[in-house]
């Protein structure tokens, strides 16, 4: 899946607008509503190996995913209390022999759902099959411009011809189309086409989103963190594109926050307005929440409700706020406003997620943390050690010079 | 893919038949008590008026008709009202929420 869907967070504000985009704002003492959108990850499976993946390295197993049965339940409860989006992810989630019936049932109960694909399982009928069961929206992740660097960095042949296939009939079926393009040293000299190639894929958005390093993509770091050369031209040509593409192109950018001062505000605060279920039913408060290790997520399986699960559980509420925060967050006037950046950034770069997100310059650890990064970016370490089942393959050696 | 681009960003006046697009949903949501319109990534709380407006725009009607229907309603003067509809509904076609009726070919 996309390590930075969730991170585009669902809700901004603009009150003074006829047409506000809803957030309700409200103190971090109040109790927490429900999310307008929740992510479900309906399997871990996906037959795509990026080396950037952001599920966790230890994948949930087939035999431990959620029922047909069990997921109608969760979205049927999902719908009940006040959840209006579904973001149906994974791994790839049409690797479910049951996704168009779990489609057809968010649309019973009224749920707005999304498609968040790699596309390569895709048939055109499946497809169509999709959008008459209610289908909203197809988010189509690219892993270059052409077949060379996409394939291999999806590690899956053919998979660009089969993504640009999926692309054309989503549109033909008049179904909306996001691009997600996730860039890191490997990919970045592509953007300019990426942006050209959804332009003519006829896409309504392009998510632009930096590799964030947690999950698999920590253990590619070396092969993946681009240049401070590379991030200044990337922004450069973002910032353009926007500009001349507006009105036929939203192009969202995720600035990787290695490079940045101040930290990004994941998630929008921990356990404010956003949680996944990941495939065995677990609540989490982020997609990537399961690389902090030695924490415990309640799961639908349990006797809790989803509500109960949100308000009240350990890990929802540890945090939560800025009760929890330690210094330099405590008395930072940001802290309203990053809410301290990532827990789980912080976890796998300091071992404790309760620390300040190493992202941010006030951290202690950040200088240290930015100059190794800086320095893996030059080292031409270029291997990816691929996803899978089996704790990662590493890249043969020099296949990556003629591509595949 | 000219076409489709054109179409993409219209601009609203009297004569258009506007409609929301596929991937925009005005829904009554129950538990917040309010109307919202379902995006991909995003939710915006259209106000009363808005909604109203909304309600009408089915493609089949033209902006003047809207405008009409809602100067007889609230007996207010055409201009004013003309000049709001069009600005809420420019300003939603902007943001991606409205698209016309259009031709079917291919
Ligand atoms: S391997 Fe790639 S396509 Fe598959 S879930 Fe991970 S990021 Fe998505
Ligand atoms: S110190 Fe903490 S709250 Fe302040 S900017 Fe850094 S991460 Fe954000």
Not at chain 1, 26 to 51: D, K, M, N, W, Y
Not at chain 1, 265 to 275: D, I, L, Y
Not at chain 1, 319 to 330: D, L, N
Not at chain 1, 380 to 400: C, Q, S, V
Request: aromatic share 6%; charged share 25%; hydrophobic share 40%.
């Amino acid at each position: 899946m996309s390590p930075t869907l969730t991170d585009a967070s669902p809700v901004f504000t603009d009150p003074a607008d006829s047409l506000a985009i809803m957030e309700r704002t409200r103190s971090t003492a109040e109790t927490f509503g429900i999310p307008l959108a929740v992510l479900a990850e309906l399997t871990h499976r996906c037959p795509l190996q990026c080396p950037y993946c952001s599920n966790p390295v230890e994948l949930d197993r087939g035999s431990t995913e959620l029922t047909t049965d069990e997921w109608k339940k969760v979205l049927s409860e999902l719908a009940e209390i006040g959840v209006l989006q579904i973001h149906f992810s994974g791994g790839e989630p049409t690797a479910r022999k049951d996704i168009v019936e779990l489609v057809q049932h968010a649309t019973d109960v009224g749920l707005y759902s999304n498609l968040i694909t790699s596309a390569v399982l895709l048939t055109r009928d499946k497809l169509a099959a999709l959008a008459d069961a209610g289908l909203c929206h197809v988010q189509i992740s690219f892993q270059g411009n052409e077949p060379v660097v996409a394939d291999r960095v999806g590690g899956y042949r053919n998979g660009h011809a089969k993504k640009l296939e999926v692309a054309r009939w989503t549109r033909e079926l008049d179904l909306p189309l996001t691009v997600n393009a996730v860039m890191h040293r490997q990919n970045l000299h592509q953007l300019a086409d990426i942006i050209q190639m959804a332009v003519d894929l006829d896409a309504d958005r392009l998510e632009v989103a930096n590799v964030q390093y947690y999950g698999w993509a920590l253990k590619n770091r070396a092969a993946l963190m681009p240049t401070i050369d590379q991030i200044d031209e990337t922004s450069r040509i973002v910032e353009d594109a926007q500009l001349r593409l507006k009105g036929i192109l939203d192009i969202d950018y995720v600035v990787p926050d290695y490079y940045a001062l101040r930290p990004k505000k994941c998630m929008g605060g921990w356990g404010r307005q956003f949680f996944n279920i990941s495939p065995s039913g677990k609540i989490l408060p982020c997609h990537a929440a399961e690389t902090i290790t030695g924490m415990e997520f309640e799961s639908v399986r349990s006797n809790h409700s989803i509500a109960w699960i949100w308000q009240n559980s350990e890990a929802f509420n540890r945090y939560r706020g800025t009760g929890w925060m330690p210094e330099p967050c405590q008395s930072c006037a940001f802290k309203e406003i990053d809410f301290g950046g990532c827990r789980c950034q912080a976890f796998a770069l300091t071992g404790d997620a309760g620390n300040t997100d190493p992202a941010c310059t006030l951290s202690p650890v950040h200088a240290e943390i930015f100059k190794l990064a800086a320095t893996e970016s030059t080292e031409g370490r270029d291997r990816f050690i691929y996803r899978n089942f089996k704790g990662g393959t590493l890249e043969p050696d020099a296949d990556h010079v003629h591509g595949r | 893919m000219t076409e489709l681009r054109s179409n993409r960003r219209i601009s609203v006046s009297e004569a258009s038949k506007p409609i929301l697009p596929r991937h925009a949903r005005l829904k009554f949501d129950e538990t917040r008590q309010r109307w919202v319109i379902l995006a991909p990534e995003r939710v915006l709380a259209p106000d009363d008026i808005a909604v109203e407006i909304l309600q009408l725009c089915d493609g089949a009607r033209s902006v003047a008709d809207i405008i009409d229907l809602l100067v007889a309603k609230y007996a207010a003067p055409r201009d004013d009202i003309g000049t709001d509809v069009l600005a809420m509904l420019q300003d939603l076609a902007d943001k991606g929420f409205l698209t016309q009726a259009r031709e079917k070919t291919a």
